[in-house]
Nanobody, 127 residues
Framework: HVQLQACGGGLVQAGGSLRLSCAAS?????????????MGWFRQAPGKEREFVAG????????SYVDSVKGRFTISRDNAKNMVYLQMNSLKPEDTAVYYC???????????????WGQGTQVTVSS
């Protein structure tokens, strides 16, 4: 079983930055041995469906983003610490949502969804 622990949300003014962090833990010491292929972030705003934000393929570092965050958000990983990060710059009020760390045993996290979810962390961007 894989556990995801996310942190780093908060309140920021429009144009500001935040960095979300997510730590993965399980019976194995490495992400690969946990059976994880992709990790990433989803978000859910009030009254809206949960949407994919960014993903990273652990073994290659290949990344993908939803169009609305391209050029502003950057996803990265730390192999040694089993951590994934989401650096969010030039934040907009429409980025306000609960952000969830996610992991999948398959590729294409955004299209196929996640097998594991962390608890949400609130990001609020004021105008």
């Amino acid at each position: 079983h894989v556990q995801l622990q996310a942190c780093g949300g908060g309140l920021v003014q429009a144009g500001g930055s935040l960095r979300l962090s997510c730590a993965a833990s399980g019976r194995s010491s490495s992400i690969w041995d946990m059976g994880i292929w992709d990790m990433g972030w989803f978000r859910q705003a009030p009254g809206k469906e949960r949407e994919f934000v960014a993903g990273i393929t652990w073994i290659t570092g290949s990344t993908s983003y939803v169009d609305s965050v391209k050029g502003r958000f950057t996803i990265s990983r730390d192999n040694a610490k089993n951590m994934v990060y989401l650096q969010m710059n030039s934040l907009k009020p429409e980025d306000t949502a609960v952000y969830y760390c996610a992991a999948s045993r398959l590729s294409r996290l955004g299209a196929r969804g996640a097998h594991y979810w962390g608890q949400g962390t609130q990001v609020t961007v004021s105008s």
